[in-house]
């Protein structure tokens, strides 16, 4: 069974930098992919940024050069380093995990940008 909890979120004005942590449990998070997600009010999840299990990294077109995703296999944990933040930047993030056809979700940590 894996589980993930992130850490993190907050309120933060505009301009200011936040950082993400998701914990897994279980022990397939070297062999897995992982992403997170976020969700604003009214909207649909959307893919913010992913890590494969070799490091390799891609963002939505809205955070590259913003954020940065990063994972430490050691730890078990993937993090997610968001600077410049904006107001359209708030919504509760989501960390993912993807293994062997299965999709694992943590319960999500606000970030709320505003002055």
């Known amino acids: 069974q894996v589980q993930l909890v992130e850490s993190g979120g907050g309120l933060v004005q505009p301009g200011g930098s936040l950082r993400l942590s998701c914990a897994a449990s279980?022990?397939?998070?070297?062999?897995?992919?992982m992403a997170w997600y976020r969700q604003a009010p009214g909207k649909e999840r959307e893919l913010v940024a992913a890590?494969?299990?070799?490091?390799?990294?891609s963002y939505r077109d809205s955070v590259k050069g913003r954020f940065a995703i990063s994972r430490d296999n050691a730890k078990n944990t993937v993090s997610l380093q968001m600077n410049s933040l904006k107001p359209e930047d708030a919504a509760v993030y989501y960390c993912?995990?993807?293994?062997?056809?299965?999709?694992?979700w943590g319960k999500g940590t606000l970030v709320t940008v505003s002055s």
């Open positions: 993912n995990l993807k293994v062997v056809g299965m999709n694992y």
């Open positions: 279980g022990r397939v998070f070297s062999i897995s992919a």
């Open positions: 890590i494969t299990r070799e490091g390799d990294t």
